[in-house]
Structures are given as C-alpha cells and as structure tokens.
C-alpha cells in the first residue's frame, strides 16, 4: 500500500483543487494537493514538501480531516487528507493542469479522481451541517 498525502486548504468557503497533468494516471481528473510520501518523511513533513513542489507554497498543517483506502488497478494508496492553511508563498501552478477555488456545492461540476470521493462527500456533509440553523 502506497502512503499518500493530500492538503484541504480553504480560502473563506471555498477549498483548493488541483488537475492532473495530462500525461499522469489518472490525468485532467481534479484532486487535492499532495503527493506520495517519501522514505523517511513523517505525513506532515511529506504533505509540506509536495506543496512547495506542486504550489510553489508552505502550508502549516493541521488536524487529519480524513483518511481513505482506495484500491486503483495499478495502486492502493491510504490517503490521508489534512486540514492544511498557506503561510508562505502565492500559488502557481507547477505541476498541475490547473488550479481552482469551488465551494461545496460546485463539487458536482468537476470529474475528481475515485480516490476523493468519500472526502468530497464528508466536506459536503460537513458544509451543510454547519449552514443549518
């Protein structure tokens, strides 16, 4: 099993997500930013790391929001997504396809990749606990 990392950085109500290159597994499907973690590296030194080399940025990170086992033909990652907030930097598009703010109610306009689907749905469970009176 692949340990992988992944960032839910919010910007008011809206979180980041990222396009996949074209050429990767799993290209032009929208995900998190993240990567896989490298010999040694605990989670947040990994998760710290992919956003400098993906964003051009340094993140604080935060609590785990989540963690997810998802089984591609190719891989099976445990992806654990953090709550993670820029301290450093503007965002540039170094390695994705393109960059994008959406709130939660605009998840169903983009083709995420399967391994997000359960984070997408809690993130939207979670907005629409909280827009409750």
Not at 41 to 65: H, P, Q
Not at 73 to 102: M, N, R, Y
Request: charged fraction near 30%; glycine fraction near 6%; aromatic fraction near 8%.
């Amino acid at each position: 099993m692949t340990e992988v990392v992944a960032a839910l950085i919010w910007d008011g109500d809206r979180f980041m997500i990222c396009q996949r290159p074209a050429n990767k597994k799993r290209g032009l499907l929208w995900e998190f930013v993240g990567g896989k973690v490298e010999v040694g590296e605990t989670l947040s030194e990994a998760l710290v790391r992919e956003c400098r080399e993906e964003l051009g940025v340094t993140v604080a990170v935060g609590d785990i929001f989540m963690e997810v086992v998802h089984t591609y033909p190719d891989i099976t990652v445990h992806l654990t997504l953090f709550s993670a907030s820029i301290v450093c930097g503007e965002v540039q598009p170094l390695e994705h396809e393109d960059i994008k703010w959406i709130t939660p109610k605009e998840i169903s306009m983009y083709e995420f990749c399967p391994a997000d689907t359960e984070i997408l749905f809690e993130i939207k469970r979670r907005t629409d606990i909280q827009a409750k009176p």
